[in-house]
């Protein structure tokens, strides 16, 4: 039942139950990536963590096998990016002033062509940097809430700029715990795969996918025992006596549960005491094994 641990796996449990921090190219829209990717790789299924639209680069964490169950771990997931600013006039003595207010929730009304209802609604921007200006363009960094549309951000920025502007190059540096310091391109993949089945060659495998727990990291963790891990697999919740540890408080959060060797069992809502010597501590959410 068991995958074992995360660093022993052998390739092939690796592409069932693995996470790929993407490079996404210019292009292709996230759901098209995917898909190649999923081929690829000879897996039923493949996920991404956070559309992107088709002209834009960058962070595209790509859940593989059954890591697809923990996709909702990415719902709010902080997202980074670097955008171009294209101003449509002189750029104001007062832009950084500006700019910087933009900072803080924002109404948004999400643009025509998008899939989702076009409400009004609030996002949090939790950083705005002003990185570089350059004739009638700036360079913009950007940490925000998921769910925030940077090309309506541009916009109106350059409606209190007074200029008017339109957001030019836009790319994702960072999506939760995933950023550019380590991506993947469909490029990198493509070889790794090739030298594995053709060489029988797994380091550079090993180099682009990773086991699947990493995208679970943020989640606060319940080490459970191979017993409890056998329940689960049934469909059973997780009781006190099952827990060995727990960094997690009761207050309905989502955890993730392992086993003690670190591999990833499920993830569920914590609801009772893991102290306790009864009653169930955890209500399952996505059985991973």
């Known amino acids: ?14 592409l069932r ?14 759901h098209q990536v995917v898909a190649w990717l999923r081929d690829m790789a000879g897996v039923d299924r493949a996920a991404h963590a956070g559309t992107l639209d088709p ?6 964490p790509v859940l593989l096998g059954d890591a697809t169950r923990m996709a909702q771990v990415f719902d709010d997931s902080v997202k980074e990016y670097v955008a171009v600013l294209h101003l449509h006039g ?17 109404y948004q009304k999400p643009p025509k062509k998008s899939a989702v209802s076009r409400r009004l609604r609030v996002r949090e921007i939790h950083d705005l940097d002003l990185l570089e200006i ?9 940490r925000c809430e998921s769910g925030t549309y940077v090309r ?47 060489d029988d060659d797994a380091g550079p495998l090993r180099d682009a996918v990773d086991p699947a727990e990493r995208a679970l990291a943020s989640l606060p963790s319940v080490t459970i025992a191979p017993s409890a891990a056998a329940e689960v697999a049934d469909g059973a919740p997780i009781y006190a006596p099952g827990v060995i ?3 997690a408080t009761p207050a309905e959060q989502l955890v993730a549960c392992y086993t003690p060797d670190g591999a990833a069992v499920c993830i569920g809502h914590l609801v009772g005491d893991p102290a306790a010597d009864t009653g169930t501590v955890v209500e399952l959410e996505r059985v991973l094994v």
Do not use: Q
């Open 1 to 14: 039942m068991s995958r074992g641990p995360p660093e022993d796996r052998d390739p092939e449990t690796l």
């Open 90 to 106: 002189r750029p104001p003595d007062s832009i950084r002033e500006t700019v910087a207010e933009f900072e803080g929730p924002l």
């Open 245 to 247: 540890e727990c960094d």
């Open 55 to 60: 002209k834009v680069t960058g962070c595209l």
């Open 134 to 142: 350059e004739d009638r363009r700036a360079l913009l960094r950007i």
């Open 152 to 198: 309506k951000l541009c916009h109106d920025i350059g409606l209190a700029l007074g200029t008017g502007a339109h957001m030019g190059h836009l790319r994702r540096t960072a999506t939760g715990r995933f950023d550019d310091t380590d991506l993947v391109s469909m490029h990198d993949l493509t070889d790794a795969l090739a030298w594995y089945h053709e």
């Open 17 to 30: 139950f693995g996470v790929v921090n993407l490079d996404k190219p210019p292009g292709p829209s996230a």
